[in-house]
């Protein structure tokens, strides 16, 4: 750490993130059973697919990705049944973004993101597989996902130009959030 500063909010940080999870982790000591219950009854190791725990994680790491783009939760509460979970640009947006990251993998800002989502795809993939893909669990992959997508927009703005990328990123946020809006007031309400 390079300075004074830095130490004392890692310190900070730490005493801050005990007080928080002090109390969880006391509850599971003493009573494991009861805070265990519904993670063991929604975990993918409670009752494996055919041939095992490899193609049912990788069956399900599948239907989670392609959820984004391709094919969503089918639950009604969660999302559009079937539906893809992201609007078609910010979709779009989330492959370039992930193409973007991918190539500059060695800066610790693209490691981050290209670390995240899959992090935060981990409780969703981990769930009973007769629910893939199951948006609820995944909604921690929202945030990585919209992160991305403007890694891509801003990467794709800024080799037009200042003049071109004035125009080009307000109306590309205007057909996204369009999108969004009649979706969720419209077809989804």
Do not use: C
Not at 18 to 36: G, K, Y
Not at 67 to 81: A, I, K, S, W
């Amino acid at each position: 750490f390079r300075s004074w500063a830095q130490r004392q909010g890692l310190v900070f940080a730490v005493v801050g993130m005990a007080v928080v999870l002090l109390p969880v982790a006391l509850e599971a000591v003493a009573h494991p059973d009861l805070m265990l219950e519904r993670p063991r009854d929604a975990s993918v190791f409670k009752d494996l697919g055919p041939g095992g725990l490899v193609p049912t994680l990788a069956e399900s790491v599948a239907k989670h990705l392609l959820m984004f783009n391709v094919t969503g939760d089918r639950n009604g509460r969660h999302n559009l049944p079937n539906a893809p979970m992201l609007d078609p640009i910010t979709a779009v947006g989330l492959v370039l973004g992930l193409l973007v990251v991918a190539r500059r993998w060695r800066d610790p800002r693209s490691a981050l993101l290209l670390a995240w989502m899959p992090l935060a795809l981990l409780p969703a993939v981990l769930s009973v597989a007769f629910e893939a893909p199951q948006g609820l669990r995944a909604v921690g992959a929202v945030v990585p996902a919209v992160v991305l997508a403007a890694v891509a927009v801003t990467t794709v703005t800024d080799g037009l130009g200042l003049a071109r990328s004035r125009v080009v990123m307000p109306l590309l946020l205007l057909v996204a959030g369009f999108s969004n809006i009649t979706t969720y007031f419209g077809v989804q309400a």
